[in-house]
């Protein structure tokens, strides 16, 4: 059983059939309903049934959640209705996200902490609601979606890069408070995807120096610089979905606590 969290579209949506395809039954959840601080229209609930419609397709149970990841009673509830409907949770990817831009100076007291709230402390709470059913199985893949601005931080994503940071800090920790219920905590950096969180004029604006005006080909650009391998600008949405697979697989069983970069080498450059 697995539970994957920011699961409406883009690498979410990815992660959520690539686990079914490989026979797991598949929980999703994300949020119905716009977030003020963001530049870029998020999914509606109509988009999380679809995709439990897709899993069901693929002969696997699912079941769509609502719910915020900000919001404690809202993991606990999804949590508590996971293990009641299907008795126990052996995945977790708490992928959900979002990004904005600004200079640090810039940045509004709402805005940094709308970031702070859904990548990292929504990467933590759900963790901390699945962990303990884990524990009393001593068994489990904790799967966390962090960034290269995790390891790497650019201009006007000051906040982004400090959530994203705080993101590998958790894996770690949890890595060596988890270890000894044989329970393996990772995370995955990617580069650019190409999912709506990316592929949008603000992301655009800002890949062309911040000004007005940017285009998916100045993003391209400017990734295509940073990156080793050729004619690679965005990668696509499923690009990530080899090293979840791994990371979630009994092939990972001696891997722990590290971030697995999927970047085309743009941390190498």
């Known amino acids: 059983m697995a539970f994957v969290t920011g699961a409406a579209r883009g690498q979410g949506r990815q992660f959520a059939l690539a686990l079914a395809r490989e026979g797991a039954d598949v929980a999703v959840l994300d949020l119905d309903a716009q ?25 696997r149970r699912s079941l769509a959640i609502a719910g ?13 209705t ?60 904790i799967v966390c979606i962090s960034s290269i601005y995790g390891v790497h931080s650019a201009p006007l994503v000051s906040h982004y890069s400090a959530s994203k940071h705080g993101v590998l800090g958790l894996v770690r920790s949890m890595a060596i408070e988890l270890g000894e219920y044989n329970i393996n905590v990772n995370a995955i950096c990617p580069t650019a995807i190409d999912t709506p969180m990316m592929n949008n004029q603000a992301t655009f604006d800002r890949m062309a120096g911040g000004k007005a005006g940017g285009t998916r080909d100045h993003a391209n650009k400017e990734f295509e610089k940073r990156q080793l391998l050729p004619d690679i600008g965005y990668l696509p949405d499923d690009a990530c979905v080899g090293s979840l697979l791994f990371l979630a697989s009994e092939d990972s069983k001696y891997v722990t606590g590290i971030p697995i970069p999927v970047d085309a080498g743009f941390l190498t450059s």
Request: aromatic letters at 8%; a negative charge; glycine letters at 6%.
């Open 35 to 59: 977030i003020k601080t963001v530049d870029y229209e998020l999914p509606e609930g109509s988009d999380l049934d679809k995709v439990a419609a897709e899993i069901e397709q693929l002969d």
């Open 68 to 80: 915020n990841v900000t919001k404690e009673e809202d993991i606990s509830r999804a949590v508590d």
């Open 82 to 141: 996971i293990i009641e409907r299907f008795g126990h949770i052996d995945i977790v990817v708490p992928n959900a996200g979002i990004v904005s831009y600004g200079q640090v100076w810039e940045l509004d007291e709402k805005t940094f902490d709308q970031m702070i709230d859904v990548n990292l402390k929504g990467t933590w709470l759900t963790c901390k609601y699945v962990a303990p059913h884990m524990i009393e199985r001593k068994k489990g893949k």
